[in-house]
């Protein structure tokens, strides 16, 4: 199993709901990460785990809160977001954090879309 | 500060070869990544150098010079499918991936 897996493929929500964006991967890596990307711009890197702890938050507003809750899988929990905040999002993950060179594995992304 | 330059539309015709450059200005260098991706969709893995020189893969190769901060992604025989846009993005001292605005690919018949 060579992928990332990302749940749902779309989502539209309101600005006062509540919803988790999932990911998953079992190629083993220890470093899972989440970014937001705007329509022709690159990903923005928004937060990374290292060995399921968190390592990097990109000053990202606290409306999106992040879990890992196993090496496995990772969730991003959304709560009052903006439209502004509507984006693709995507996670990825590789073999380990520090390693130097490892290359991120994206999944399909979350199309997200705040009304 | 950090910054990546590429070109930001290229037009090529279906069966030529492309070549992509990228500069980079970055605070220290860990490697160069090449992603593609097509809209809509999750940029997908295509080349790493972090030593001077080409690396080969297929129909597409990618070079390095890191005394001149300097990268392209060449493309051979083009194809329809290969209409996307191409990202370079460098990892810099921390680990982290500092990414190009991205070239957009357009390929015609």
């Known amino acids: 199993d060579t992928e990332v897996t990302q749940t749902p493929k779309h989502l539209v929500m309101g600005m006062t709901n509540k919803k988790s964006l999932k990911c998953e991967q079992h190629?083993?890596?220890?470093?899972m990460y989440w970014y937001k990307q705007k329509a022709k711009k690159p990903p923005e890197l928004m937060f990374v785990?290292?060995?399921?702890?968190?390592?990097i938050n990109e000053s990202v507003p606290s409306r999106f809160s992040p879990e890992c809750p196993n090496s496995s899988l990772l969730n991003l929990h959304l709560h009052a977001l903006q439209p502004e905040d509507s984006a693709l999002y995507l996670c990825?993950?590789?073999?380990?954090?520090?390693?130097?060179?490892?290359?991120?594995?994206f999944g399909p992304g979350t199309r997200l879309l705040v009304l | 500060g950090q910054n990546i330059d590429q070109p930001t539309e290229m037009t090529a015709t279906e069966g030529a070869i492309v070549q992509i450059n990228c500069t980079y200005q970055?605070?220290?260098?860990?490697?160069l990544f090449w992603y593609q991706q097509h809209a809509g969709e999750a940029p997908t893995f295509l080349s790493y150098?972090?030593l001077d020189g080409l690396e080969e893969k297929g129909r597409f190769s990618s070079f390095l010079s890191r005394s001149k901060g300097y990268s392209y992604l060449l493309l051979k025989e083009l194809q329809m499918k290969d209409s996307a846009s191409y990202l370079c993005?460098?990892?810099?001292?921390?680990?982290?991936?500092?990414w190009g605005a991205g070239t957009k690919l357009i390929i015609k018949p």
């Open positions: 150098n972090v």
């Open positions: 190629m083993g890596h220890r470093a």
């Open positions: 990825a993950s590789s073999p380990t954090p520090l390693g130097g060179g490892e290359t991120q594995y």
């Open positions: 993005a460098v990892m810099d001292s921390n680990y982290q991936l500092i």
């Open positions: 785990y290292s060995y399921e702890k968190l390592s």
């Open positions: 970055t605070s220290g260098f860990n490697g």
